[in-house]
């Protein structure tokens, strides 16, 4: 087997029916021995029987598999062990694949020899964005968009990698530096505090780029669409995604500081006053839209302070 497209799915199986369909129609990959993969995260939505319709109806190869442990990593991990692909990708239930993905991903790995490859992530054009969005375009990378432009590269794993939402692995990648770490990532639907959390390919690309001169490959025709859902464009999603990283970056961080207050770094209590003051300045001189980008940078300040109180008092 050449390739498998991994779905990690959980509670969305009205999403199921157009992500799948649009893998069907991929193009130009009559010569690639390929199949899909749907890991359920524990759904209990009916998405088991969704999987099941549409693998009759679709004419593709369509396979089920259940991870009942809660956790996108768990599932990534499950994604990699069910697969049979020789690469194998990752592409969410919210994301439209387009008709040459498959083959530009998989023509990227045979002419690169490369370890992992990722492509463009642009927003669903039919979902309209609020004002505050296009006032930071830079929020637009908080809700998977990615796009490096029209030339292929390599990537270096640490300040340019793919996104979660269209990244593909040869399986060399597995052996070198293992599997997820599924402390990492988002926990069930993402739309409590304690469910959004990001930054687990992160991680991982880090680990590759660390473990070995890994080919790390952009490749820009292969373009996905990410249908962005409604709780995503609140100003609530993005405080709590800034907020989270920064909780977990601290928690998990082993570094020994020689000046802590309960726990803390001393100097963040300064930094964390200079960003209070200058979002102040802002909110008041150009306004709450102007401002939030700078209040999501005191949220992440405030949650890596958290973060490493926690780590203090942790077992």
């Not at 991982?204 to 464009?233: K, N, S």
């Amino acid at each position: 087997m050449d390739f498998t497209a991994i779905i990690c799915t959980y509670n969305r199986r009205q999403n199921l029916e157009a992500c799948l369909g649009q893998l069907a129609r991929q193009k130009g990959v009559e010569g690639v021995a390929w199949e899909v993969l749907v890991v359920d995260n524990n759904s209990s939505d009916g998405s088991a029987e969704e999987v099941a319709r549409l693998a009759q109806q679709l004419p593709i190869v369509i396979r089920y598999a259940h991870e009942p442990q809660q956790g996108l990593n768990y599932a990534r991990n499950t994604g990699i062990r069910e697969s049979r692909g020789r690469c194998f990708s990752y592409v969410d239930d919210d994301i439209m694949v387009s008709e040459e993905w498959l083959a530009a991903l998989y023509e990227a790995f045979v002419r690169e020899d490369a370890d992992a490859v990722g492509g463009r992530i642009r927003l669903d054009p039919a979902i309209p964005l609020p004002g505050w969005i296009h006032a930071h375009p830079e929020l637009k990378g908080f809700l998977g968009f990615q796009d490096f432009g029209d030339e292929p590269f390599r990537m270096d794993g640490v300040k340019h990698y793919p996104y979660g939402g269209n990244m593909a692995f040869h399986r060399r990648v597995v052996e070198r530096i293992g599997y997820f770490n599924p402390l990492l990532g988002r926990k069930g639907a993402g739309q409590k505090r304690s469910e959004l959390f990001k930054g687990a390919e992160t991680d991982y690309f880090h680990r590759l780029a660390a473990a070995c001169d890994a080919r790390i490959v952009y490749e820009p025709r292969a373009i996905v669409y990410h249908r962005v859902m409604p709780f995503q464009l609140q100003k609530r999603y993005f405080r709590t995604i800034h907020f989270n990283a920064g909780y977990q970056r601290a928690l998990h961080d082993q570094s020994a500081f020689p000046r802590t207050l309960l726990g803390v770094p001393l100097f963040y209590f300064p930094q964390l006053a200079r960003g209070v003051a200058k979002y102040l300045v802002q909110l008041l001189t150009q306004g709450a839209d102007a401002a939030f980008r700078q209040q999501m940078n005191v949220g992440h300040m405030v949650g890596t302070m958290m973060g490493y109180r926690k780590r203090r008092t942790a077992p």
